[in-house]
């Protein structure tokens, strides 16, 4: 097992980097599950990366207290933000949580407390393998009972057509309210967990470039459940290191990707709807 304890050694933060990947893909799903474009996923993670940091770092927190503050504390700011902004809908919506996000960055940018744009670093490398493991199932597994509850049954009618869903007495804002909370405590606690296995967070990583990437992971992968965000978070995880030598247009690669999912597979590489239709003709082909 030699090689086993190789690979581990050599690429086990690129492991962690996809699980933590996967629940941020998951967490801009639920979104647009409710037919939400919101941007603000990568500010939320950052905002549970610095509290939980902060809190280890000046006030000693244990580990298991800092995951939870870290997950609170986005939860709490998209309650006091969602009412205002969730009035606004499409790219008005994008651009609204883009630019809170740009404001969540400055702000970290100038406070000393956050290390200013020299960031966080000596962060104790707390998070294991099976805590990453341990809450990616159990967001996973919350969010299919979540799909197949009546909530996720309203998600899904605001996302077809909102006008009816008020005619038939659905209280949409409040459900655009809470699914846009739970986006906002997974990526949270996704960034608590990633500030306490790289050691050191800045302000960089929270930025619009981290917004545009969820939001490929998510639409690459495909939406339609939530097996296509894992899957789409997995390969633009794994890409970088199989294409080092286009490091340097990491960007413009995702860009591109992106495009070309939009034009060819507009449902993302994995959608249950696609997936049973070619069962069900397989069926028919081998029963003639």
């Not at 990568?42 to 990366?49: H, S």
Request: some cysteine; hydrophobic content about 55%; overall charge neutral.
């Amino acid at each position: 097992m030699a090689w086993l304890s190789d690979f581990w050694s050599t690429y086990n933060t690129l492991v962690y980097s996809i699980g933590v990947h996967a629940m941020l893909a998951l967490s801009i799903q639920i979104t647009l599950s409710c037919g939400l474009l919101s941007l603000a996923n990568a500010a939320f993670m950052g905002i549970g990366a610095y509290v939980s940091a902060l809190l280890t770092l000046t006030l000693g927190w244990p580990f298991p207290a800092v995951l939870a503050a870290g997950t609170l504390a986005p939860a709490l700011l998209a309650l006091l933000i969602g009412a205002p902004v969730l009035r606004l809908s499409g790219v008005y919506l994008a651009m609204a949580t883009l630019a809170f996000g740009e404001v969540v960055r400055v702000i970290v940018l100038n406070l000393e407390i956050t290390g200013g744009p020299e960031g966080l670093n000596g962060i104790p490398p707390s998070t294991e393998g099976w805590h990453i493991a341990l809450f990616l199932a159990l967001t996973v597994y919350g969010l299919v009972r979540l799909a197949r509850s009546r909530v996720g049954r309203a998600f899904e009618a605001i996302k077809e057509d909102e006008v009816a869903a008020r005619l038939m007495g659905m209280d949409v804002d409040g459900h655009k309210l809470f699914a846009f909370t739970l986006g906002a405590l997974i990526a949270g606690l996704a960034g608590a967990l990633n500030a306490h296995y790289t050691f050191f967070i800045s302000p960089r990583e929270y930025g619009f470039e981290s917004a545009v990437d969820i939001l490929t992971m998510a639409v690459l992968g495909g939406t339609s459940g939530l097996l296509g965000p894992i899957l789409g978070a997995s390969l633009l995880t794994v890409l970088p290191e199989v294409l080092r030598f286009l490091q340097d247009w990491r960007m413009a690669v995702n860009g591109a990707i992106l495009i070309l999912v939009v034009l060819f597979l507009p449902t993302g590489l994995w959608d249950p709807h696609r997936v049973r239709a070619w069962l069900r003709r397989k069926r028919r082909e081998e029963k003639a």
